[in-house]
T-cell receptor
Framework: ETGVTQTPRHLVMGMTNKKSLKCEQH?????MYWYKQSAKKPLELMFV???????ENNSVPSRFSPECPNSSHLFLHLHTLQPEDSALYLC??????????????????FGPGTRLTVL | TQLLEQSPQFLSIQEGENLTVYCNSS?????LQWYRQEPGEGPVLLVT?????EVKKLKRLTFQFGDARKDSSLHITAAQPGDTGLYLC?????????FGKGTKLSVKP
């Protein structure tokens, strides 16, 4: 248990559906992240929120829409997805956004992920 | 580029064997993290190495940061089935983490 929860754990949706992924952290952190993990590709950063403000959008298609209503919650709204969007979507949090070089105290805590299948 | 190359991609061994996995880059990085991701879970941080030549030990796991700070290795002694998982290295870059593709380790009883 890392202190970061994600729901649902599994999701199957059609290309015309609208769904949302939810992430909640109980660690008092100020930065939250969405990552995409596909087979045969490295973990890809999608979005970063620091103190509820979006600080990074890593050229993610507009069919993915993040929302961060407060420092503890992060959503990823999905609509008109494509089959190639099928992947494991991971949420993470850290005390603050890692700035520059890593230090021993810079730790991102990951949730268990949502396994998304787009039909 | 700032890509991290991890090798091998896959490793299947018997319980009790030793193994080493590698993380390499063509550019110097000032620090590096190693994560383990078990099936059905998110990655969990194992260690951060920040000094060239640094060696850190975590029970049966030994992490080394190359002197030139372009490579790192993870050595596991007497592997156990509980060590099974995806081992990822990551570096900081402009406020974000850049991950390698990982080494998928399977330890059979």
């Amino acid at each position: 248990e890392t202190g970061v929860t994600q729901t649902p754990r599994h999701l199957v949706m059609g290309m015309t559906n609208k769904k949302s992924l939810k992430c909640e952290q109980h660690l008092g952190h100020n930065a939250m992240y969405w990552y995409k993990q596909s087979a045969k590709k490295p973990l890809e950063l999608m979005f970063v929120y620091n103190f509820k403000e979006q600080t990074e959008n890593n050229s993610v298609p507009s069919r993915f829409s993040p929302e961060c209503p407060n420092s503890s919650h992060l959503f990823l709204h999905l609509h008109t997805l494509q089959p190639e969007d099928s992947a494991l979507y991971l949420c993470a949090s850290s005390q603050e956004r890692v700035a520059g070089d890593l230090h021993s105290t810079d730790t991102q805590y990951f949730g268990p992920g949502t396994r998304l299948t787009v039909l | 580029t700032q890509l991290l190359e991890q090798s091998p991609q896959f490793l299947s061994i018997q319980e009790g064997e030793n193994l080493t996995v590698y993380c390499n880059s063509s550019s110097v990085f000032s620090s590096l993290q190693w994560y383990r991701q078990e099936p059905g879970e998110g990655p969990v941080l194992l260690v951060t190495v920040v000094t060239g030549g640094e060696v850190k030990k975590l029970k049966r796991l030994t992490f080394q940061f190359g002197d030139a700070r372009k490579d790192s290795s993870l050595h596991i002694t007497a592997a156990q089935p509980g060590d099974t998982g995806l081992y990822l290295c990551a570096r900081g870059s402009q406020g974000n983490l850049i991950f390698g593709k990982g080494t998928k380790l399977s330890v059979k009883p």
